[in-house]
């Protein structure tokens, strides 16, 4: 849990390991905070007061907590040469964390019941603490933040993402880890070809502020970096045999996308939602069931906040019965800030406004503001399909619900809170109108990622209807020996997926080229799925 002593690790002289429980210490985090209301407040305060704390944010800053005992306290790290931290605090926590001055009257002055700046509540004691922290962060001769990235588009674009917000918040010792860099050894390989190709164009077309970075390169592994042994292996992957074939799949089915569509299709109309983190091909699956539902000759409407809008590019008038509408994020977000901001102008000093804003810059209010846009779409769907890319997390939801029932105990009026939004959560815990289709990666994180967002969204009475394993070389063909070992490693994790998490499991096998425009489209979509034998 939240334990703040290292132990030593076997086998690595000079190596202590403490493994900070970011979900522990929130909770240890929530408790702390909320604990003196209960038997004061009434209950829809102190669940309005839980649920803020319940989101990412809050686990983001509990594990700051957890850090700054590290960093502010010159006993804990006396004995240490080097302290590496495997997850730094973003630019927003930063820059929150560096306006302290307006935390008190800021968060008794916030009545939208939606912020981000709840789990910094419980931290007005440890201001010098943290102040110290945050200095030894900037310290360019103390601190050097690895931006960890992959030779892929999507995962360059939020390291440059990330690059500016820490840039911003004042941190300019950075360097650039890219992990999985892979070369082909067989050039009549045309999957292992397009694998390497794909990649030195993504680096080619590298944001320029990355390219400024030093850069250092780990080449995809034939195993699995896990274990002492393994970790030593890592920067002279070569000179090792690749695993074997990983575990039999005991004849586990899993179907394509086609037999996922014929489920969907049922219903004859209803909204579907693709969910996952960053990169993992929501808005590629998104637009894939969308066509081929069009295509089947229902009525559909795709609604998408990809940002470079190429897939609604791809599909744009060629597709009859498809409609398509494109929701900017960036301009939701200045409507949604700039309301907020008006609302508060007047009772809030230049400090409190200051904070308010930074606080509107969180993912979460991004997550909102798309959010009330989508609210809109989604009624839309009882007369045909409405697919969407993008979706609010569970938290945002109970959050949004949470103050929707505070604003109407406390004030007895319907609130500002709009019809269709109203509507939402209910609609979404209709099984029936609503399929979740959860998008992941047949690899650890990804697919743990994934988890995590299954349990958030079982929390706000939601139940993803399927999950779907993108970019899969078990059913490539490849025979490259790293991408085959690659592919064995998959099944652990399609075990797990199917075994421990999900009720549907649909594959999609990594393609060759690039899915845009909709012959590709409905070919991934009609693609069949495999019957693994070992």
């Given at each position: 849990?939240g ?51 319940s ?26 040469d ?60 103390l601190?050097t933040?690895?931006l ?66 030093e ?21 002279r ?27 969907l ?66 301009a ?60 609010p ?20 009026s ?5 019809e ?42 939601i139940?993803?209807?399927?999950w ?13 020996p ?53």
């Amino acid at each position: 849990g939240g334990a703040t002593s290292s132990v030593p690790v076997l086998g690595v002289p000079n190596l202590e390991a403490l493994n900070i429980d970011p979900e522990a210490s929130a909770k240890a985090y929530r408790d702390r905070i909320v604990g003196p209301y209960r038997g004061i407040l009434p209950e829809a305060a102190l669940a309005s007061m839980e649920e803020q704390l319940s989101g990412a944010c809050t686990v983001e800053i509990a594990a700051f907590d957890e850090f700054t005992k590290l960093l502010a306290d010159p006993q804990a790290s006396a004995r240490f040469d080097h302290v590496i931290f495997d997850t730094a605090p973003t630019g927003h926590t930063l820059r929150l964390l560096k306006l302290p001055a307006a935390w008190t009257g800021f968060i008794a002055a916030n009545s939208t019941g939606t912020s981000c700046l709840g789990p910094l509540a419980g931290l007005q004691a440890q201001q010098a603490l943290y102040a110290a922290s945050v200095d030894s962060l900037l310290n360019a001769s103390l601190t050097t933040v690895v931006l960890v990235s992959r030779p892929e588009r999507a995962a360059l674009a939020e390291a440059e993402r990330t690059r500016g917000e820490l840039h911003e918040a004042g941190l300019r010792n950075m360097v650039l880890a890219l992990n999985a860099v892979f070369h082909a050894t067989s050039p009549d390989d045309e999957i292992a070809q397009a694998l390497e190709a794909r990649s030195m164009r993504a680096l080619d077309e590298m944001p320029a502020g990355l390219r400024l970075l030093e850069r250092s390169e780990v080449q995809t592994l034939p195993f699995a970096p896990i274990g002492a042994a393994n970790l030593r292996r890592v920067n002279r992957p070569a000179a090792f045999a690749a695993e074997g074939a990983g575990p039999e799949l005991n004849d586990c089915a899993f179907g394509g996308l086609a037999g996922l569509i014929d489920e969907l299709e049922k219903a004859g109309h209803g909204v579907i939602l693709t969910m996952g983190k960053g990169g993992v091909g929501k808005t590629t699956i998104a637009a894939a069931v969308a066509v081929a539902l069009a295509h089947r000759g229902h009525q559909v409407h795709l609604s998408t906040t990809d940002p470079a809008a190429h897939i609604a590019a791809a599909v744009r008038d060629q597709v009859p019965g498809l409609t398509l509408s494109r929701i900017d994020p960036a301009a939701e977000i200045r409507k949604y800030t700039s309301e907020m901001v008006a609302k508060s102008a007047s009772t809030l000093d230049a400090h409190g406004l200051a904070l308010l804003e930074e606080d509107l810059r969180s993912p979460c209010t991004e997550e909102i503001a798309v959010f009330r846009a989508f609210a809109d779409e989604v009624a839309a769907g009882q007369n045909q399909f409405v697919i969407l890319d993008t979706a609010p997390t569970g938290h945002t939801l109970l959050l949004l619900d949470a103050a929707e029932s505070y604003h109407r105990e406390v004030s007895r009026s319907t609130g500002e809170i709009p019809e269709a939004v109203r509507q939402l959560l209910p609609r979404l815990r209709d099984g029936e109108f609503t399929r979740i289709l959860l998008v992941a990666l047949p690899e650890a994180t990804p697919v743990h990622e994934a988890a995590r967002l299954q349990e958030d969204l079982r929390r706000a009475g939601i139940e993803p209807f399927a999950w779907v394993v993108n970019q899969s070389f078990l059913l490539s063909g490849s025979t490259d020996p790293v991408l085959r070992a690659r592919a064995g490693r998959e099944k652990t994790y399609l075990r797990e997926v199917s075994e421990r998490h999900a009720r549907r499991v649909a594959v999609v096998p990594w393609t060759p080229q690039e899915v845009v425009g909709p012959e590709a489209l409905l070919r991934l979509a009609e693609g069949q799925g495999i019957l693994a034998k070992g």
